[in-house]
């Protein structure tokens, strides 16, 4: 598959895939993913059985640039270059810290967003969460800055509640260069989710939107849900089985078809 390139609005090349044919469908990934990550992939080929499926490098990831000082408004521009790349008109499917960005997208490109899909959005979901999330951040930064990327990587899944073993196991897997790499990236997911849900913002929102959370998922990941789904107008909200953070592709495009009516 050849990759392809558009501009952000600020210069930032971003590098994307596309899959499939259909409707055009923009893939938002979350912490620690980017395009060529094979999970990322194998998404993306079983979305690309209805839909044509735009899945991208978020800015500082694999092929994409990364022009500094990093906003939160930068990756909504980036957001904004990839509906254009897709023809201008698309549905958006966010995962994690992706669903973040689908839902800003959502408010502030609404006339360029039919609907939206966002699986384990995950703000932080009381005042207390706020204050310990703020301190694994700082622990984060400071490794960052000091070029600890491993650590800092470590740290950060072990904080939103990876399982032990898996992080402790994650420096001997084959891909843990790549990960390790993008460690820095982790300062903007952080940017992403340190508030509370824009409950207000978000009861504005004129786009329809899916809320869906994984069974297995974090008690404050449900705890987000049911606060956007009682601030969105009109929004659905649904508990998928048997699924955690790291859902399905499979359970999940049966769900997007249905709420894009593409049955």
């Known amino acids: 598959m050849s990759m392809h390139t558009t501009q952000s609005k ?42 044509t499926v735009y899945s991208y490098d978020r800015r500082g990831r694999g092929d994409s640039g990364n022009s500094l000082p990093y906003s939160i408004d930068r990756e909504i521009e980036d957001v904004e270059a990839m509906i254009e790349a897709a023809g201008g008109t698309v549905y958006v499917y966010g995962h994690s810290s992706g669903a973040v960005l689908a839902l800003e997208a959502a408010l502030r490109l609404s006339s360029n967003v039919s609907k939206i899909v966002l699986y384990d959005a995950p703000y932080v979901s009381n005042a207390q969460d706020k204050v310990e999330y703020e301190r694994l951040s700082h622990s984060v930064h400071k490794l960052l800055d000091a070029g600890n990327n491993g650590d800092a990587m470590l740290l950060f899944l072990k904080g939103i509640g990876m399982p032990r073993l898996f992080v402790r196991l994650l420096p001997l897997f084959p891909g843990w260069r790549k990960i390790k790499a993008l460690a820095p990236t982790l300062a903007y997911d952080i940017a992403l989710t340190k508030d509370l849900p824009p409950v207000e913002r978000a009861s504005q929102l004129s786009v329809p939107t899916f809320i869906v959370v994984g069974e297995k998922s974090p008690a404050a990941i449900h705890d987000v849900s049911r606060q956007l789904a009682g601030a969105i107008p009109h929004a659905e909200r649904m508990q998928l089985a048997g699924q955690n953070h790291m859902v399905s592709p499979k359970k999940m495009l049966p769900l997007l078809l249905d709420f894009f009516e593409l049955n």
């Open 10 to 51: 600020d210069g930032t090349k971003l590098a994307y895939d596309v899959y499939g044919s259909g409707p055009p469908l923009l893939y938002i990934t979350g912490a620690t993913c980017h395009r060529t990550f094979k999970p990322v992939i194998h998404d993306a080929k079983v979305f690309a059985t209805a839909f």
